[in-house]
């Protein structure tokens, strides 16, 4: 079934699209927690207890579950892990700087 949110045709595998519409809810969630952490690192500049390692495994992940939600045509998959690759990436840029 194909549905439509905020304009884009988004695939579903059940009928009546319950796995899209929590994944918009999980990416809305994710999105606040994102925002939230970000910007109290940022505040702080305190990434001391971050894994430069760990990081970049993460990074790498968000990447290759991005690349299957591509592969899925799940647009919920691929928004999510675009934002949490950025988010990621960003971590990378504090923690280099703070070096």
């Given at each position: 079934?194909?549905i439509n949110i905020f304009g884009y045709k988004v695939h579903c595998f059940d009928k009546n699209?319950?796995?899209?519409?929590?994944?918009?809810?999980?990416?809305?969630?994710?999105?606040?927690?994102?925002?939230?952490?970000?910007?109290?690192?940022?505040?702080?500049?305190?990434?001391?207890?971050?894994?430069?390692?760990?990081?970049?495994?993460?990074?790498?992940?968000?990447?290759?579950?991005?690349?299957?939600?591509?592969?899925?045509?799940?647009?919920?998959?691929?928004?999510?892990?675009?934002?949490?690759?950025?988010?990621?990436?960003?971590?990378?840029?504090?923690?280099?700087?703070?070096?």
């Amino acid at each position: 079934m194909i549905i439509n949110i905020f304009g884009y045709k988004v695939h579903c595998f059940d009928k009546n699209c319950i796995d899209e519409i929590i994944g918009v809810i999980a990416i809305l969630l994710g999105l606040i927690a994102t925002f939230m952490q970000f910007n109290k690192t940022i505040s702080t500049m305190n990434v001391e207890s971050f894994s430069i390692y760990s990081l970049v495994l993460v990074a790498i992940s968000e990447m290759l579950f991005m690349i299957q939600g591509f592969m899925k045509k799940s647009h919920t998959i691929m928004l999510t892990r675009i934002i949490s690759f950025i988010g990621v990436m960003g971590y990378i840029l504090i923690w280099y700087k703070s070096k």
